[in-house]
T-cell receptor, first 113, second 115 residues
Framework: GNSVTQMEGPVTLSEEAFLTINCTYT??????LFWYVQYPGEGLQLLLK?????DKGSNKGFEATYRKETTSFHLEKGSVQVSDSAVYFC????????????FGSGTQLTVLP | NAGVTQTPKFQVLKTGQSMTLQCAQD?????MSWYRQDPGMGLRLIHY???????DQGEVPNGYNVSRSTTEDFPLRLLSAAPSQTSVYFC??????????????FGDGTRLSIL
């Protein structure tokens, strides 16, 4: 079946550090890939997405590239801010299923001033 | 435009009690779903609906019931609460199930504790 594996957290960085959160997936066919962010006490918000191989999603300084050859969708940001502290979820959407999103376990990011 | 609204935000129940978690969306979305979020396990799909009058089971449906009598509302019922159902519950909706890049819109969650 479909699955998403994220790097274990928590991740603690200093402000302005470089961020990478690894995400790999297992799926048949060509899923769409998403990163969602969850700020404390809130629901999940879409951060970025990519719908086909080699697409790059970007938003708020975050980027992720859909790599079919390595089945990966790693999240990166060049310079994190304290306000980026949140839980980040990688997810895939497989068009052959009505069940929509399959989520990774989430990665807690804390950015220190 | 309220998006996806969940009520209540917090609830404490005793084992064996029943309750209904409410979810409403005002975006005319076809697809609605319920997830539970547990530490280290991401979000797991409980039930979903592809339109009014149509529901189906997700990954962890046992102990929960749903109905979809209108496009806007998708309540989740706990029939006889158990401590294992202590979790944070999220309702989500999207315009359709077929849109390749269509994201889901999430509510703010209901934090449920079963004693």
């Amino acid at each position: 079946g479909n699955s998403v594996t994220q790097m274990e957290g928590p991740v603690t960085l200093s402000e302005e550090a470089f961020l990478t959160i690894n995400c790999t997936y297992t799926a048949t066919g060509y899923p769409s890939l998403f990163w969602y962010v969850q700020y404390p006490g809130e629901g999940l918000q879409l951060l970025l997405k990519a719908t086909k191989a080699d697409d790059k999603g970007s938003n708020k300084g975050f980027e992720a590239t859909y790599r079919k050859e390595t089945t990966s969708f790693h999240l990166e940001k060049g310079s994190v801010q304290v306000s980026d502290s949140a839980v980040y979820f990688c997810a895939l959407k497989y068009m052959g299923s009505a069940r929509q999103l399959t989520f990774g376990s989430g990665t807690q990011l804390t950015v220190l001033p | 435009n309220a998006g996806v609204t969940q009520t209540p935000k917090f609830q404490v129940l005793k084992t064996g009690q029943s309750m209904t978690l409410q979810c409403a969306q005002d975006m005319n979305h076809e697809y609605m779903s319920w997830y539970r979020q547990d530490p280290g396990m991401g979000l797991r799909l409980i039930h979903y609906s592809v339109g009014a009058g149509i529901t189906d089971q997700g990954e962890v449906p046992n102990g929960y019931n749903v109905s979809r009598s209108t496009t806007e509302d998708f309540p989740l019922r706990l029939l006889s609460a158990a401590p294992s159902q202590t979790s944070v519950y999220f309702c989500a909706s999207s315009y359709s199930q077929t849109g390749k890049g269509e994201p889901q819109h999430f509510g703010d969650g209901t934090r449920l504790s079963i004693l």
